[in-house]
């Protein structure tokens, strides 16, 4: 059964410092993983999709990396604007295509 | 255009109404999604349709009824619903149902 675990639950952060998210993982075969970005009461938006080790991808302020355990989504000199609560999602080929298997998120804060 | 549409943004419904929730995507996307989101948790797979086929169901409970007129198009169908079934009803679409996923703004469902 694919797992997904992100940490920490919750991150706060003063405008400025730079910062990482954690994503770990374990899938049968991964087939992608998957970032989005989700602000109160809102549906999640895209940011990235990572396929193999070593791949990375940026966008803004935000870059995510991938290794074959996990990935991480880098913040740069965060602004109040980046608060919101980031999901990781994964696809196996292990399991119907179609379905994700989410992680609980991290809230970010960010604090002017 | 990354966009997906859902009506209505709010419904208050009693346990013996019938309603419907829409969903609609001009992506030229081939798999669409119905997701049920509670407070601080991640989205929940219900169902997939795939090229217009239903090729997921989560094991949802039959007072939701799923329905795609056409590859633009998706609707949930409510009948009989629980106060536990009060949540964030979100739609996605996705070019292939293993690219990443692109949702709507989400249907507040509350059920009295």
């Known amino acids: 059964e694919d797992q997904v675990t992100q940490s920490p639950e919750a991150l706060r952060l003063q405008e400025g410092e730079s910062s990482s998210l954690n994503c770990s993982y374990t899938?049968?075969?991964?087939?992608?993983l998957f970032w989005y970005r989700q602000d109160p009461g809102k549906g999640p938006e895209f940011l990235f999709t990572l396929y193999s080790a070593g791949e990375e991808k940026e966008k803004e302020r935000l870059k995510a990396t991938l290794t074959k355990k996990e990935s991480f989504l880098h913040i740069t000199a965060p602004k109040p604007e980046d608060s919101a609560t980031y999901l990781c999602?994964?696809?196996?080929?292990?399991?119907?295509?179609?379905?994700?298997?989410f992680g609980d998120g991290t809230t970010l804060t960010v604090k002017p | 255009d990354t966009e997906v549409t859902q009506t209505p943004k709010h419904l208050v419904m009693g346990m013996t109404n019938k309603k419907s929730l829409k969903c609609e995507q001009h992506?030229?996307?081939?798999?669409m999604y119905w997701y049920k989101q509670k407070a601080k948790k991640p989205p929940e797979l219900m169902f997939v349709y795939s090229y217009e086929k239903l090729s997921i169901n989560e094991s949802v409970p039959s007072r939701f009824s799923p329905e795609c007129p056409n590859s633009s198009l998706l609707n949930l169908h409510l009948h009989a619903l629980q106060p536990e079934d009060s949540a964030l009803y979100l739609c996605?679409?996705?070019?292939?149902?293993?690219?990443?996923?692109?949702f709507g703004p989400g249907t507040r469902l509350t059920v009295t």
């Open positions: 999602a994964v696809r196996s080929f292990n399991t119907n295509a179609g379905k994700s298997t």
């Open positions: 992506m030229g996307h081939r798999a």
């Open positions: 996605a679409s996705s070019q292939d149902p293993v690219d990443e996923q692109y």
């Open positions: 899938v049968s075969g991964l087939r992608g």
